[in-house]
């Protein structure tokens, strides 16, 4: 496929993202009451396993990051690549958690649609504090930045976070859910390099699939292309000791990397899930949560205890 297409199946994961995370907040997996304002269309049925992926994928996360602003006495930045139409600033902000600043990137498409449903929907604009700045491909308020840009190209994802007031010496915590897999791994590798290089105190979280390399992974990777969802040029890492390695490599000094099933098992509120929707088996679960992992790299020049966000 030419690039410009595989850009358009790439960005339309974040729409499967954003309505299975929907699907599974309307079930009552976890709460966000602004992921209705966020995504339109009609509710898509999931397979219960989807929603506990989404479950266990969102619910971790989100642990690691209030962890992180409680840590920090919100005095931090959050940077997410490939945001997409994720509404995790919002549940900050329901939360009485809003870190300084919260900076998401993302393609042109898919920022202008994000800006088009904040602007419209009061419910999402009233979180933001005044805006200082927007157009079609960006919005600044005082502790929200919305950028376009084309992660593969880093020198101007470095612009695209200077104009959003990015402070290098500020705590920040890098996201990326099920981003890095879409981009040659040089240039991901040039992505975790600067964020180690650059900013003194950082954690980087990345969710993404790993072991695609087995039948089960192949049969993924078929079930995607069948929803419509992607898949050409997709780099997954194969293990999760590749995963360490790679962060290691780029300048991470401590990193930890488990797979989604390790973690969901250890969640506490998994049995009040468990009794949402059943399960005939959990093999399929199991399997699905281990093609899945979670990596956490720290850098704490300051020792201000990052290093206890570990996985
Ligand atoms: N992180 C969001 C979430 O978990 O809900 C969205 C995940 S979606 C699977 C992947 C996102 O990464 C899409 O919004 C896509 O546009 C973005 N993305 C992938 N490659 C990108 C690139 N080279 N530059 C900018 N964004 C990219």
């Not at 780099?235 to 490599?249: E, K, V, Y």
Request: with cysteine; hydrophobic share 35%.
């Amino acid at each position: 496929l030419p690039s410009a297409q595989t850009d358009i199946a790439t960005q339309a994961t974040c729409d499967d993202a954003a309505s299975c995370k929907r699907y599974a907040v309307q079930k009552g997996y976890w709460s966000d009451i602004h992921i209705n304002y966020m995504v339109s269309g009609s509710m898509q049925k999931r397979q219960p396993e989807i929603s506990r992926g989404y479950y266990a994928r969102t619910e971790k996360i989100w642990n690691l990051i209030s962890q992180f602003v409680s840590l920090t006495n919100n005095l931090c930045q959050i940077v997410s690549f490939g945001a997409g139409l994720d509404t995790t600033f919002w549940r900050l902000h329901s939360a009485g958690l809003l870190p300084t600043r919260y900076i998401e990137v993302d393609f042109q498409e898919i920022v202008y649609r994000k800006i088009r449903a904040i602007r419209n929907k009061s419910p999402l604009k009233g979180c933001l504090g005044s805006i200082t700045s927007s157009d079609q491909s960006s919005l600044h308020c005082e502790k929200y930045h919305l950028v376009t840009c084309d992660l593969r190209d880093t020198g101007s994802l470095k612009d695209k976070l200077k104009s959003s007031e990015v402070d290098f010496s500020v705590p920040t915590l890098f996201l990326t859910e099920c981003v890095l897999v879409y981009i040659p791994p040089e240039d991901s590798m040039a992505i975790l390099k600067w964020c180690a290089e650059s900013f003194t105190d950082a954690v980087f979280v990345n969710y993404e699939q790993v072991r695609m390399h087995d039948n089960f992974g192949q049969v993924m990777i078929q079930n995607l292309k069948a929803r419509d969802c992607l898949l050409t040029g997709v780099h997954p890492c194969a293990s999760l000791d590749s995963q360490i390695q790679r962060f290691t490599s780029a300048g991470w000094p401590c990193v930890s990397c488990d797979d989604m099933w390790t973690i969901y098992n250890s969640l506490p509120d998994r049995r009040r899930i468990e009794r949402i929707e059943l399960l005939d088996e959990s093999e399929l679960l199991q399997q699905l949560m281990e093609h899945y992992c979670l990596c956490v790299a720290v850098k704490d020049v300051s020792d201000i205890g990052l290093t206890d966000l570990h996985t």
